[in-house]
């Protein structure tokens, strides 16, 4: 087949196609949807992001400011972050790692900068 | 009368990663009889496309099927655009055009790998499916995922390509044109894929009319019909003529996919050419009162929404019918009179895709 020749001498000569993951890893594209970050800072847990998340993986409890995510629900569709008025969740380009156990993160207005990870959501 | 042998072929099975079996009946070699048997992947989308807000179907309904995620989203956006009669700016109109084809450009590469590991040809397989991957990697920069690009909404597009992401867009797809060149050379001329191709899965004119095939099914019997002669988002603007092969079989219809992914570039390429500047999307309010029937080109044929809204937040009734399960039919009258060792080819030249039959 002289017409796969080019490709063959080019995959021949020109080093593996792949890479060693997880020794080395690719960079993420510039705005690549990886997973959600919330910005306590910024945030003022007014929920208008659980009501627009497609699949539950937000709860607000407006009344104690307590921001509820489960990280693996979420299909990092943007539309949380597309309905913050305030800019309360940033979008991060790396993946999450893989994980055992599907954990609650529950961020607490008055816990400060730490989040509590908790109860599985099985 | 020799003896006759039921063969399961599926529902898994090396060849079809999705899972369809196909009751095959023999007499020794030679299949006489052929049954589909569906069922094997429901998750119930339809239904909980009537318990979700209507605005978050979007996002259900591109995880329908993982090839054409872009397609099915605009199908639904635009059936409900014109319930609510919802006039989508320019530049979105476009941007949706850029990225169905370049999700009809993956989806046909997709195609011929699996064709081409169908019989063994593993190399083209490989290296094909290297290709789809610059497709892959333009298709991540622009819009952030590479398979469920969730970039298309009710009343426009999500994201903006930025000049110099049009121009990688541009440059990728020459890349990728000359690597379709090698391919395209291969599918016409090698041995092994006339082979087993040509004479393989005749599907007549008048077949194809009677059971009623769609997509690259059908055209590869003939028959010019593409839906996007419709016009629906920008394609009323740009120039295209259906790929129509004559052939009516497996190599037919492996002949329409590769110059259908040369007519994708085109269609990119004049899209990218004629883009306005303007606004992404203009804001939806109210809910969906009415109901359409609305139908686009996806890289296998015809896709169909009835959508049925009734003034509140959710849909009285979503119902979707994909192309595989218009030309699942053809496999009945393809099979019978061929060879067990033809069948992944046959199967694989309808394209397949049973997630989305099923949904």
């Known amino acids: ?122 | 009368m020799s003896r006759q042998t039921v063969v399961p072929f599926g529902p898994q099975h090396p060849v079809l990663p999705e899972p369809i079996q196909l009751k095959l009946t023999l007499e020794d070699e030679r299949i006489v009889g052929a049954l589909p048997a569906f069922g094997y992947c429901h998750r119930g989308v339809e239904k909980a496309g009537e318990i979700n807000e209507y605005a978050q179907n979007v996002f259900l309904v591109e995880r329908i099927c993982g090839i054409c995620s872009f397609i099915h989203a605009l199908c639904y956006c635009q059936g409900i655009e014109q319930i609510m009669g919802v006039e989508v700016p320019s530049r979105a109109k476009y941007l949706r055009v850029i990225w169905s084809e370049l999700h009809r450009i993956h989806s046909h590469l997709l195609w011929i790998g699996l064709l081409a590991d169908a019989f063994g040809f593993e190399s083209l397989f490989m290296q094909t499916w290297r290709y789809r991957e610059k497709v892959m990697d333009v298709l991540e920069k622009t819009c952030g995922s590479r398979v469920i690009i969730s970039t298309c909404t009710i009343g426009g597009v999500r994201r903006d390509i930025s000049e110099e992401n049009l121009s990688e867009i541009l440059s990728t797809l020459k890349e990728v044109q000359g690597h379709l060149d090698q391919i395209a050379h291969v599918i016409e001329k090698d041995y092994t894929v006339r082979k087993r191709c040509i004479g393989v899965g005749m599907l007549p004119r008048e077949q194809a009319l009677a059971f009623g095939a769609v997509g690259p099914t059908m055209r590869g019997s003939g028959i010019a019909q593409d839906l996007r002669m419709t016009g629906y988002a920008a394609y009323g603007d740009l120039n295209f003529e259906p790929v129509v092969e004559t052939g009516c079989d497996s190599y037919a219809r492996a002949l329409v996919r590769v110059r259908e992914c040369y007519q994708s570039i085109d269609l990119v390429r004049q899209a990218i050419d004629r883009m306005p500047a303007g606004d992404l999307a203009v804001k939806v309010r109210g809910n969906p009162n009415g109901e359409v029937v609305f139908r686009v080109e996806q890289p296998r044929g015809e896709l169909i929404y009835y959508i049925k809204g009734n003034g509140t937040k959710n849909l009285e009734r979503l119902r979707v019918r994909t192309p595989t399960y218009a030309n699942a039919a053809t496999l009945l009258t393809m099979l019978p009179g061929m060879t067990l060792a033809d069948v992944p080819v046959i199967a694989l030249s309808i394209d397949p895709c049973f997630s989305c039959t099923e949904r």
Not at chain 1, 43 to 71: L, Q, W
Not at chain 1, 81 to 95: A, Q, T
């Open chain 1, 1 to 122: 087949m002289p017409w796969f020749l080019p490709g063959v001498l080019g995959n021949l000569f020109g080093g593996p196609a792949t890479r060693l993951y997880p020794f080395q890893k690719r960079e993420p594209f510039e705005n690549a949807r990886g997973q959600i970050e919330l910005d306590r800072d910024n945030c003022n847990y007014c929920g208008a992001c659980s009501k627009r998340c497609p699949t539950s993986a937000i709860n607000v409890d407006r009344t104690n400011k307590v921001f509820y995510f489960e990280p693996f629900r979420c299909i990092i569709c943007e539309a949380c972050i597309e309905i913050c008025p305030r800019n309360g969740i940033k979008l991060l380009s790396n993946h999450r790692s893989p994980e055992y156990t599907k954990e609650t993160l529950i961020f607490r207005a008055e816990d400060g900068e730490k989040a509590a990870a908790a109860s599985d959501c099985q």
